[in-house]
């Protein structure tokens, strides 16, 4: 089965919140994975605050035009 979401952006929550608000005014709706959180609420310590951001694969495109508008 091919995958259906890809990756497109792995860094800091500020950021990452920034991008997602950017994708969902053009319409695309982003899944944020939080790994430290899902680690934390499974009951394990997690160093990492980095989170990701994924997009469905027909989006990706788009979506990564969209971010590289974006001035941080």
Known sequence: MP?????????????????ADSLNKIGINPIIKNPSESARLAGFASLSSDQTLWVHIDEKKRALEAIKSLEF
Not at 3 to 19: P, R
Request: hydrophobic share 55%.
């Open 3 to 19: 995958q259906e979401f890809v990756q497109i952006f792995n860094g800091s929550s500020i950021t990452l919140m920034a991008i």
